[in-house]
């Protein structure tokens, strides 16, 4: 149960950042402004503050959801201590089931994989080597080390996205809120490419005060090109920056 509480509470702390860095209020003098007499650059300029603004608020609404997962969970756990050795999976005690992460690493928190919680998955096929997917968790079965997982992106004909079954090796949490460690310069990782849900590849150049990772993306085709992405969506790699944990 403390671990469900620390994940509650970090999260929490994670909304009254996203609130400090980009405020959650509506932008009072975005509204006086008069669209049509702006340059493009301008306009450009606001359509980004627009979208980062709407980012943050999504962010903070998936968060708020893991926090009500972490609460439920919580609640349904019976007030009497569980004997160790029956800790074994039962029928119907499916709502308090925690995963396990395979991939360890000093730059990612060690918490626990729960329903709702935000994962790269890496397809086993009909994906490029290196790449993976934001997923959402569906389904924790067998002895946590398994998952049903489910693509946010609807597909062509706007369906929900696509569910795959997989094994903890095939997955990376995604970092809930809680404080994570900088990376140091030249760090290989796995980072969200923006406005796309797949993760590659990439190196890291530096760090902002924010915490914002400065990166080198593998086979950008600008040379020496820069992108910034924010930490908790920058993943050690597993092999290089991340080890497999003991069973």
Not at 59 to 70: D, F, P, Q, T, Y
Request: hydrophobic share 30%; net charge negative.
């Amino acid at each position: 149960m403390d671990g469900y509480w620390d994940v509650v509470v970090s999260s929490l702390q994670d909304i009254y950042n996203a609130n400090e860095v980009i405020s959650f209020d509506d932008d009072l003098q975005a509204k006086k402004v008069s669209f049509i007499n702006l340059s493009e650059d301008q306009l450009q300029l606001h359509l980004t503050t627009f979208q980062e603004h709407m980012e943050n608020i999504n962010r903070a609404h998936r968060i708020l959801e893991n926090v009500r997962s972490n609460l439920s969970l919580m609640l349904d756990e019976p007030p009497e201590e569980k004997n160790e050795e029956n800790t074994e999976e039962a029928p119907g005690k499916a709502p308090g089931k925690a995963g396990r992460s395979y991939w360890t690493s000093e730059y990612n928190p060690s918490a626990p994989i729960l329903l709702g919680s935000e994962v790269a998955y890496k397809p086993r096929r009909g994906n490029a080597d290196g790449e993976w997917i934001q997923c959402e968790v569906l389904k924790i079965i067998a002895d946590g080390t398994r998952f049903e997982v489910r693509d946010p992106e609807p597909d062509e004909s706007g369906n929900s996205g696509k569910v795959f079954k997989c094994n903890w090796k095939e997955l990376l949490l995604i970092p809930p809120g809680f404080p994570t460690k900088n990376y140091p310069p030249g760090t290989k990782v796995l980072a969200r490419y923006p406005e796309t849900t797949t993760f590659y590849p990439a190196i890291v150049i530096g760090t902002k005060r924010d915490g914002t990772c400065r990166l080198r993306f593998d086979g950008e085709e600008e040379v020496d090109k820069e992108t910034e992405v924010i930490r908790r969506l920058v993943l050690p790699s597993p092999m290089v920056s991340a080890n497999p944990a003991k069973k």
